[in-house]
């Protein structure tokens, strides 16, 4: 027998330690001595209860061999779709171009809905996921509408459940916006971007004019808040406005709003512009990600166990792996990789749903067998599933995740945190 890869050990002090696996999140407390005698081998100075518990926990497997995380390709056909690459703000970290220029088109929309036929003809898929993505996909609310009945008219056809999300700015979700994507669109899932509070957002995120809008996009959001759906606000964090996510956390929580949305501080990285010096290192961003973990949780946010301590049975994967997941922009251009479209990379460009017949594969992004080998051994592989494939080519090295440098202070916050025990 042999310890996993993919458990964590922290220190308790009293010659106390925790064991944590981040592929089943089971979590035992055990001894230095019992620790070394499980690490040297000598399995048989071990106490048999104490075995079998960690054989159940995935901590200690009967062989190498057992230490593997499948991959997690989704079972759904998911399309993520641009109805358009404008947008109503500059942001100051955004790189989108030119080619973002335009709508998607009637003729675009009916080749989108061939190509879902298309592979759900291919492969026997267990439903049909759409994203809205952009740009700023409420520009475009009739397409959406008009798209998304066609969408829900296969689902139905082929007798499979539909579900929706969307990644918006906010500024567009009126009352009559947030109706009709919601009961219409059937949308479940709505992450908005706030970065910060009104003085760090308005000045990251503007409009042409060089207005900000954080009051009218915190409306929509306690609008949001009332409905039916899962409300995620992303706060990209950098230098520049790392000051701005507690008072936006304060902000929230003095709308009653903390209880129903969900907030997390997201990585600044250069997407098609040159912000991406600004980036806080990842273990300064590891501390900060915990500290809010720690606040939300503090003054009675939706935080969870599986908030505080994740775990993955199964690799997580992005898009440009996931061989059932396509990018889909307004011209009807096929991508991998939700980062490529707009920017003028055409790296993991796989074809057009015009041509859906000629597609290539998601191969543009599988990354060296020696970074990855090495990513496979670190214990949050699990979670990460080796990072972003993108920047890991781009740089030569994996991007490590937050998790790797706050794992041990998050278990010790969950084993003083009686409500969450």
Known sequence: MILSHYHTLTDLGDNSLALYSFVTGRLHITTEAVYKQLKDGNMESVNSSIIDELKRSRILLDSAEDDVVESSESEKLRLIILPTGECNLRCVYCGLQKDGIGKISTRTMDHIVLFAEDRLTEKQYKGIQVDWFGGEPTLQIPEIRNLTQKLLSVAEIHSLPYTSRIVTNGILLNEENTKNLVEECKVSFVEITLDGSAAYNDVRRKNADGKGFYDKIIHN?????????????????????????????????????????????????????????????????????????????????????????????????????????????????????????????????????????????????????????????????????????????????????????????????????????
């Open 221 to 421: 959001v306690e609008r949001l808040c009332d409905l039916d759906v899962t409300v995620s606000i992303r706060c990209n964090v950098d230098r520049t406005n790392v000051d701005g996510v507690f008072p936006l956390l304060e902000d929230l929580q003095r709308r009653d709003c903390h209880k129903k949305c969900k907030l997390y501080p997201a990585m600044i990285h250069s997407w098609g512009s040159e912000s991406g010096g600004l980036a806080l290192p990842v273990e300064e961003f590891a501390e900060l990600q915990f500290n809010v973990l720690k606040y939300m949780y503090s003054r009675g946010f939706n935080v969870s166990k599986d908030d505080i301590l994740p775990f993955s049975s199964r690799k997580r994967d992005c898009t440009a792996v996931d061989k059932s997941a396509y990018v889909i922009d307004h011209h009807g251009v096929i991508y991998s990789c939700t980062e490529t479209p707009y920017t003028g990379d055409r790296t993991s460009v796989i074809g057009t749903v015009r041509r859906s017949a000629e597609l290539l594969q998601h191969r543009v992004y599988d990354i060296p067998h020696k970074i990855l080998s090495e990513c496979q051994k670190c214990n949050v592989y699990p979670i990460c599933g080796g990072g972003c494939r993108k920047r890991c080519l781009e740089h030569g090295r994996p991007e490590c995740i937050p998790l790797k440098y706050n794992a041990k202070q998050r278990i010790r916050f969950f084993l003083e945190t009686e409500d969450l025990i």
